[in-house]
């Protein structure tokens, strides 16, 4: 049985996708981007304005389930240029409490949905 997550407080998919699914006591998300949720606009001023609003989108999105970054399995960053790699790191690192980070993967991509800079998906366990 699988349960579908979409919250309000997350922009809208811009796809046939659901925001995250829910199997067992695992969470899947679909990757976020920086879009805002009440204005459907990018949030693209920087990279670390960026990183920041994708990680605020996946924090909601991780309430929405009952769980939270402390839950998280994996997390997969799609960056456009490696270049951004440091400031990303550091925004992605300070939404863990702890250094429990979970494993993680990060690759460099031709292009993102919307030319955005950072997309980040993960698998997080629910309690």
């Keep these: 049985m ?3 997550i979409n919250t309000p407080k997350v922009a809208k998919p811009i796809g046939p996708y659901s925001q995250g699914v829910v199997v067992g006591n695992m969470l899947f998300t679909s990757g976020q981007i920086a879009l805002d949720a009440v204005t459907g606009n990018l949030v693209m001023e920087d990279v670390r304005t960026e990183t ?8 909601e999105l991780l309430a929405a389930a009952d769980t939270d970054f402390g839950n998280t399995v994996k997390t997969s960053i799609f ?4 270049d951004d790699f440091p400031t990303v790191n550091e925004v992605y690192a300070s939404y863990f409490s702890n250094t429990n980070f979970p494993a993680r993967d990060t690759v460099q991509v031709a292009k993102l949905p919307l030319d955005v800079n950072v997309e ?4 997080v366990e629910i309690f």
């Design 2 to 4: 699988k349960k579908i």
């Design 52 to 59: 920041h609003k994708v990680m605020s989108n996946l924090k």
């Design 79 to 82: 960056l456009k240029s490696l």
């Design 120 to 123: 980040i998906s993960m698998i």
